[in-house]
């Protein structure tokens, strides 16, 4: 009996569930980064806002990358709902904590597939995430520097208007 | 045609020379090419059974489940739900694409 289920698709029907839930929460990245550039845009931190709104299409493009992937092998890959984008933060200090958080989350939801594409055997899978691995690396630690930056700098007196100055620096 | 699996009422094939499947639903088969068998896994798998046991979330315990671009429309009781449930989860297995089994067996 020809394998016409193997020839229309080449990773496992988990690996594609568990790609499916990560195409979903960047998606949400995506959105609460939005959400962040308005609350940063209200709060008159512009050049903050800007970095968000670059982060945002970063996010937008992880979310492709996973959802063509999910094309090329075979896989039904889901648009994804996205609900619960948080818009209250107490001040720019919390935005970068909330972004870190969320990074750190989104990493080990990445390494988690790895670890579970390993067991499944599925090599195609586990390869696909190697650059994901090593972009949260990157992500991390570019918000790790902004609130390195935040901390060296202060939030007395001008610092906060310094602190959205110098997130510049972490805008290509 | 080869069934590849076969639930309490429903069974899954293969038809080999025409490249895809067919799932006899008892008052009908459906011709189902891959991407239709993965937009069912999906379909049947996002169904929240427990809805069913709540009379404000499900009143009558039914679903309705379009097939295949809205050619076929199926309304399934729990226990048809149930077993479609069986029947995607084992199908995948059989045809090789889960690995459900291989993990249990770490
Ligand atoms: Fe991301």
């Not at chain 1, 698709?9 to 995506?30: F, T």
């Not at chain 2, 639930?7 to 011709?31: H, M, P, V, W």
């Not at chain 2, 993965?38 to 009558?60: C, E, G, P, Q, Y």
């Not at chain 2, 399934?76 to 077993?83: K, V």
Request: hydrophobic share 40%.
């Amino acid at each position: 009996m020809k394998d016409i289920a193997r020839q229309s698709m080449s990773i496992k029907v988990e690996s594609m569930d568990m790609l499916n839930a990560q195409i979903k929460m960047e998606a949400h990245a995506s959105a609460l980064y939005l959400a962040m550039a308005s609350w940063c845009e209200q709060n008159g931190f512009f050049t903050s806002a800007k970095f968000f709104f670059k982060q945002t299409e970063e996010e937008r493009e992880h979310m492709m990358k996973i959802f063509n992937f999910l094309i090329d092998t075979g896989g039904n890959p889901i648009s994804p709902e996205v609900t619960n984008i948080n818009y209250d933060y107490s001040s720019i200090v919390d935005v970068f904590e909330s972004t870190l958080e969320h990074e750190i989350k989104v990493t080990k939801s990445i390494h988690n597939i790895v670890k579970k594409a390993r067991e499944l055997g599925d090599i195609t899978t586990e390869r696909f995430l190697d650059w994901f691995v090593m972009e949260q690396v990157e992500e991390e630690n570019t918000i790790r520097d902004i609130l390195d930056m935040i901390e060296v700098t202060g939030t007395e007196g001008v610092g906060l208007q310094m602190i959205d100055n110098q997130v510049a620096n972490w805008i290509e | 045609m080869n069934v590849i699996f076969q639930s309490t009422y429903y069974t899954l094939y293969q038809a080999t020379n025409e490249r895809c499947f067919y799932i006899d639903f008892g008052q009908k088969k459906i011709r189902m090419p891959f991407c239709q068998l993965l937009s069912l896994r999906h379909k049947v798998m996002s169904i929240d059974i427990a809805d069913h046991f709540d009379s404000d979330l499900n009143t009558h315990g039914l679903e309705v489940l379009t097939l295949c671009n809205k050619e076929h429309l199926f309304i399934l009781n729990t226990l048809e739900i149930l077993d479609l449930k069986n029947l995607v989860e084992h199908g995948f297995l059989a045809i090789g694409l889960s690995a459900q089994k291989e993990l249990q067996t770490y």
